[in-house]
C-alpha cells in the first residue's frame, strides 16, 4: 500500500516506532510530549519607578492545543513573582499607566474581544468599552486620561448587481463575493473584511471610543506627542497597495482633526517613539531603493518634523525596535549581531554601545532572533531600568532585569520543573569559509547528548526561512526533539541572513537562490570533514526561505538521502501573483512583473531545477497558508511524482504559514520530517531488515 499522506504525528506509527520505543527505554530525553511542558516569557513591561515588571507568561494548553497567555507580576527588589491575570482567556499586550497606579491590557470576555483597564491599589478591573473587532495594543496619554488604539474600521463591500430576494424557506446558494482590493488575503487572518485599521481614542474611564483617523488608507501605531497630539503611521495616497513598504508619520492634532506629515521620503517611517520630556521624536526607516533587504536606522527629529538626523548611519546593523532612556539623551535600541539578538544604547550623537547580548527566547519551534524589552520611564536616569526576555540555548525565554546593562539578573526559572531533568542537546558554535568565495558562515550544530566524533550520526541541515531573517543559539523544541532522535543537527546563517551587516544579507540581492547554497554545503562538508556525521546519513529539510533553499539543494546535488520542504516557493510567477505579499515579491525581489522577465523568475524557481531531482522528497503545507500558498507545495509534489521520485504531500488542517502555531501542529511537523527521513537512513534500513530477518 502506498504511503500518501502524513497528517499527525500518530499517522506514523509504522514509521516512528523504534525510535518511539528508543525514547520510552530513555525516559530523559526530550520527546515529542515535552512541548506541551514547555512554558515562556514575552513581552516584559517594567513599571514606570521600575519596581515591578508585568510580563506575558506563555503556556501550552493541552486541552484547547494552543499557546495560553496569562498576565504575572514580579517584585524587582524582592523577586516576588505572582499571578495578575489568569483564566480561561489569554491576556496579552499589558501597558503602565504614566504614574504606575494603573495596568490596561487586552483579553476576550464571552468571547468578545475586551480592553480592560485594572487599578493596581485594589486590583479591580473593569472592560473599557464594547468592541466589534479586536483592538491593537493601547496607548496611554501623558497625563493618563486617555488610550489611542488602532482597529478595523469596516466598509460597504464591492457589489456589482442586487441580487433577487429568494423565497422564503429557499435554500439558495450563498451570493457572490466581489473583489476590488490587491490584498484581499493575508497569512493568519484568511480573506480580510473590507475596510481599514484606523486609529481610536479612548477615556480611561471607559465609555464610546472617537475614531480620529479616516480615508481609504489605514493608520496605525498611534504615539502620544502631548495630551492633545497624537502621532500616527499610514500611507495617505490612492493605491497604497502597489508600494506596500512605504509609510509616513503623521501628527495628529486632537482639537479639529488635522493631520499634518512629518515625514516625506521615500521608503518607510514608522514606530514613533517621543522622548520623556517631550522635545523629540526618535523612528524607524530607512531610504527606498527597492532592494530586497535594506537596515533599519533610528532618527530623531523635532516635534515639528524639522531637524532631521541619523543616529545610526555609521551602525552597520538593523534596529527592531526602541525605547529612550527615561533622561531622553539616550535610547535603548534591540539590534540582531552576529548571531546574537543585542540591547545596545544610542546616545544623540550616534555612539552606539552594546548593553546586553542574550535577549530571546521567544521563537519556541526553531532557532530565530525572538525577544523584547522595556525601559522604565521616570527611572534610572542615564543608568536605564531595562526589562527584558533572556533566551539560552538550553531554556526558553525567562524574565530578566537590568541597570544600565550590567548586573543582569533572571528573575524567573519557569522550565526547571519540565526540563531540568532533561538531557538536552549541547549546542556548539562553528564558522566555516564558503566554497564560493571564502567568507566565514557561522553555523550552530546541535549535538544528542550520546555523540561521539566518530562519522555514524546522521545529520540534518537545518535552514531557516526570510530569507532575510537570523538564526542564534537559542533553545528551539523542533531542533532538541531531533538531537533526542539522534540527529546532529546544524543550523546556519547564510549569505542573505541579518544580523552581519547590510553588505552580507544584500548578497542575494536578486541572486535568491543562489550562492547561499554553496554557503550551506560548505557547513555539511565541514560537519564530514570533522567525522561529526556520516556521508552516508545526510538529510536536509527548511521552511518558508528554507523550502525554497531545500528545493533548490535537491536540484543540485544527489548527496542527501532524503528531504522535506516545508511551505516552499517553488514557482517564483505563481507566489508573485498569488500570495499575500505578491507586490513585495515583484518590486523588491525582482523588480519586474513575471511577464516583463519570464526568464528571471523561471531561473530562480526551484522547479526550474526539478527535472535533475532524485533524492526522496517530502512537501508539506499548512492548508491556510498564504504565504506560500498550498499550490506551491503541491506544484512541486505533482512534479516529483511524474517523476517516479518518492514524494509524498503532507497537508496540515487549519495551519497557516506558522504552520507549527499549535502544539500538536508542533509535534506533528517534526515527528512526519523524521519519520521521513528513517524510511530512507540506510542504517534504519539496515536495522529494519535485520529484525526482519
Not at 538626523?309 to 555609521?314: D, E, H, Q, S, V
Not at 539616550?330 to 542574550?358: C, H, K, M, Y
Not at 505563481?574 to 519570464?598: G, N, T, Y
Amino acid at each position: 500500500m502506498k504511503l500518501r499522506y502524513l497528517l499527525a504525528a500518530t499517522s506514523l506509527a509504522s514509521i516512528t516506532a523504534p525510535a518511539l520505543a528508543d525514547d520510552q527505554k530513555e525516559g530523559n530525553r526530550f520527546t515529542a510530549e515535552r512541548v506541551f511542558d514547555l512554558e515562556y516569557a514575552d513581552d516584559p513591561q517594567i513599571s514606570p519607578d521600575g519596581s515591578t515588571i508585568v510580563y506575558a507568561r506563555k503556556s501550552m494548553d493541552k486541552f484547547s492545543d494552543r499557546v495560553k497567555s496569562d498576565l504575572w507580576s514580579i517584585n524587582t527588589r524582592s523577586g516576588a513573582h505572582r499571578p495578575l491575570v489568569t483564566g480561561k482567556t489569554s491576556s496579552s499586550s499589558v501597558r503602565w499607566s504614566p504614574s504606575g497606579d494603573r495596568l490596561v491590557y487586552l483579553t476576550s470576555t464571552d468571547g468578545k474581544p475586551d480592553m480592560r483597564l485594572r487599578y493596581n491599589d485594589s486590583g479591580e478591573s473593569f472592560s473599557l468599552g464594547q468592541f466589534e473587532f479586536p483592538p491593537s495594543a493601547p496607548t496611554w496619554s501623558p497625563d493618563g486620561s486617555s488610550l489611542a488604539f488602532a482597529m478595523l474600521v469596516p466598509d460597504k463591500p464591492a457589489t456589482l448587481a442586487k441580487p433577487p430576494r429568494s423565497p422564503k424557506g429557499a435554500e439558495w446558494a450563498k451570493p457572490v463575493k466581489v473583489i476590488d482590493d490587491l490584498v484581499f488575503r493575508f497569512d493568519g487572518a484568511g480573506y480580510l473584511p473590507k475596510g481599514n485599521r484606523h486609529v481610536f481614542v479612548l477615556s480611561a474611564e471607559g465609555g464610546t471610543a472617537r475614531q480620529i483617523t479616516s480615508g481609504k488608507s489605514g493608520f496605525g501605531s498611534p504615539e502620544w506627542l502631548d495630551d492633545d497630539t497624537l502621532l500616527v503611521t499610514g500611507n495617505d495616497v490612492e493605491n497604497a497597495d502597489l508600494d506596500p513598504i512605504e509609510s509616513e508619520i503623521y501628527r495628529i492634532d486632537l482639537s479639529d482633526g488635522s493631520r499634518t506629515a512629518l515625514t516625506q521620503r521615500d521608503g518607510p517611517d514608522a514606530a514613533p517613539s517621543v522622548s520623556p520630556d517631550r522635545s523629540r521624536i526618535a523612528y524607524l526607516g530607512y531610504d527606498d531603493k527597492l532592494k530586497s533587504y535594506q537596515q533599519t536606522d533610528v532618527y530623531v527629529m523635532n516635534p515639528d518634523g524639522t531637524g532631521v538626523r541619523n543616529l545610526t548611519a555609521g551602525y552597520d546593523r538593523s534596529i527592531d525596535s526602541i525605547e529612550w532612556r527615561a533622561d531622553s539623551r539616550a535610547l535603548i535600541a534591540q539590534s540582531e549581531v552576529d548571531g546574537f539578538l543585542t540591547l545596545v544604547s544610542i546616545d544623540l550623537s550616534g555612539n552606539v554601545r552594546p548593553l546586553v547580548q542574550d535577549v530571546g527566547g521567544t521563537s519556541i519551534g526553531r532557532p530565530y532572533a525572538g525577544g523584547s524589552f522595556s525601559v522604565a520611564s521616570r527611572a534610572g536616569g542615564s543608568t536605564p531600568l531595562i526589562a527584558y526576555t533572556k533566551g539560552t540555548a538550553q531554556r526558553p525565554a525567562e524574565v530578566a532585569f537590568s541597570r544600565g546593562g550590567r548586573s543582569a539578573r533572571t528573575l524567573t526559572n519557569l522550565n526547571d520543573d519540565a526540563l531540568g531533568h532533561v538531557q538536552l542537546a549541547r549546542i556548539e558554535e562553528i564558522q566555516v569559509p564558503s566554497s564560493h568565495d571564502g567568507r566565514t558562515i557561522e553555523a550552530w550544530v546541535a549535538l544528542p547528548p550520546d555523540f561521539r566524533a566518530d562519522g555514524s550520526f546522521p545529520l540534518i541541515l537545518e535552514i531557516h526561512g526570510g530569507p532575510h531573517t537570523m538564526y542564534g543559539p537559542f533553545f528551539a523544541a523542533e531542533i532538541q526533539r531531533f538531537a533526542a532522535e539522534g540527529y546532529v543537527t546544524a543550523y546556519v546563517n547564510p549569505r542573505g541572513s541579518t544580523g552581519y551587516g547590510e553588505e552580507f544579507a544584500q548578497l542575494i540581492d536578486l541572486n535568491y537562490p543562489g550562492e547561499d547554497h554553496d554557503d550551506l554545503m560548505s557547513v555539511v562538508d565541514a560537519l564530514v570533514a570533522r567525522n561529526y556525521v556520516s556521508k552516508d546519513r545526510l538529510f536536509v529539510t527548511g521552511g518558508s526561505g528554507g523550502g525554497v533553499l531545500t528545493a533548490w539543494a535537491v536540484g543540485k546535488t544527489d548527496r542527501f538521502a532524503a528531504a522535506a520542504t516545508i511551505k516552499p516557493v517553488i514557482n517564483w510567477s505563481s507566489m508573485a501573483l498569488s500570495a499575500d505579499i505578491s507586490r513585495f515579491v515583484s518590486r523588491h525581489w525582482f523588480r519586474a512583473q513575471p511577464w516583463e522577465q519570464p526568464l528571471e523568475y523561471w531561473r530562480r524557481s526551484p522547479l526550474s531545477l526539478v527535472g535533475n531531482v532524485k533524492t526522496p522528497t517530502m512537501v508539506m503545507v499548512g492548508e491556510a497558508d498564504w504565504r506560500t500558498p498550498t499550490w506551491e507545495a503541491e506544484q512541486y509534489y505533482t512534479a516529483l511524482k511524474v517523476q517516479d521520485v518518492d514524494t509524498v504531500l503532507v497537508r496540515v488542517p487549519g495551519a497557516s504559514h506558522l504552520i507549527a502555531g499549535r502544539p500538536s501542529q508542533l509535534i506533528a511537523k517534526t515527528d512526519n520530517i523524521m519519520g521521513w527521513f528513517a524510511k530512507y537512513d540506510p542504517v534504519k534500513k539496515k536495522e529494519k531488515k535485520t529484525e526482519g530477518q
